[in-house]
């Protein structure tokens, strides 16, 4: 078991023949939480709610290609089995990055970031599962996105607009070769497994506090505007921060926030990022991310812990508070 009062990986959770997550039942509401909620290796992190349970998934590691834990009420979490056993075979192991889930008629699709044996970068991949905790299985015998020209493509996310069309996004790898890092979207298929039509750019780096690149696409919508939170700074320090830009219209133009970045290091925490947003039981949203333990900043000396912030929308602002350390109002795990 894996709680936010510091328990290491470790265990597991019984996983039936069909590859689903199973938990014993649920306990009393938990009134109060402190992050992190997860204290292990789990970077890159995603929570998607699926059947009255929330999946986590994060980037490669102990857990396999693509590390899943569930929970029922977003405090307490348990280990699960890879959600990606078997990559693609255009992919390269162990390099599988960021993962992010969205189901889509019927099936559940994962977006995966792996190593391209034929360009040698890092591109994006598909792979599907008839449940959330996998096994998902790759899809096609290339990756979906690959931008080689452009240092290759990175963080790809799903975004389902209120008028049930579906969207990926993504980030160019362009810090790999010295180029600039833009963030682009591009409609899917309505299964999810192909693109349609032509990737737009939205933004790209250009501020002080973003550095050499900018990265971690997330898209949410409320009241008629798109949210775009991404990451920025080298993530392996704790200038590595969060900020957001908006538009009208979910292809732009963006205007980055005046008040960028809103998440940055704090206190005990360090380098906050690779956000992205889910909502709890009672439809309040949420911020998931990874941050360092400040004075253990890097693979060598420490690891990236899974963190949870309430955030607002609203008015063509983002508010968030944190990174909090200290007992926080829990989110409702189910209605």
């Not at 190593?115 to 979906?144: E, H, N, T, W, Y």
């Not at 009672?282 to 693979?299: C, E, I, M, N, R």
Request: with cysteine; aromatic share 10%; glycine share 14%.
């Amino acid at each position: 078991m894996l709680t936010g009062v510091g328990a290491l990986a470790g265990g597991g959770i019984p996983i039936s023949q069909s590859g689903a997550a199973t938990l014993a039942p649920p306990s009393a509401q938990v009134r109060t939480f402190s992050n992190p909620v997860l204290d292990a290796n789990f970077p890159d992190p995603f929570i998607l709610r699926a059947g009255g349970l929330y999946h986590a998934y994060a980037t490669n590691g102990v857990g396999g290609n693509v590390p899943h834990a569930v929970s029922r009420d977003l405090v307490t979490w348990e280990r699960s089995a890879d959600a990606l056993p078997t990559l693609a075979a255009w992919a390269e192991p162990g390099l599988t990055w960021a993962p992010e889930v969205i189901g889509l008629r019927g099936q559940f699709v994962l977006y995966y970031t792996a190593r391209d044996q034929r360009s040698d970068r890092q591109c994006i991949g598909v792979a599907v599962a008839a449940q959330p905790a996998g096994p998902f299985q790759p899809v096609g015998k290339g990756p979906l996105v690959c931008q080689a020209e452009l240092g290759g493509s990175i963080d790809a996310s799903p975004f389902l607009d209120s008028d049930g069309r579906a969207y990926l996004l993504w980030k160019n790898d362009g810090n790999a070769l010295g180029l600039s890092t833009q963030l682009f979207i591009q409609p899917l298929a309505p299964d999810g497994l192909s693109l349609s039509g032509a990737p737009t750019a939205l933004i790209q780096n250009f501020q002080l506090w973003e550095g050499s690149v900018i990265e971690a696409p997330t898209l949410y919508k409320q009241g008629g505007v798109y949210y775009l939170l991404y990451s920025g700074g080298p993530f392996d320090s704790d200038l590595y921060a969060v900020g957001y830009a908006t538009a009208s219209r979910i292809t732009g133009p963006y205007r980055k926030a005046a008040e960028n970045p809103v998440l940055v290091s704090r206190g005990e925490v360090a380098g906050p990022g690779h956000q992205s947003v889910f909502s709890d039981g009672s439809g309040q949203p949420w911020l998931v991310y990874h941050a360092w333990t400040t004075g253990l900043v890097g693979d060598q000396v420490g690891y990236r812990s899974m963190r949870l912030e309430r955030v607002s929308f609203g008015g063509g602002r983002m508010r968030v508070g944190g990174p909090t350390t200290s007992p926080q109002p829990a989110p409702r795990g189910n209605p």
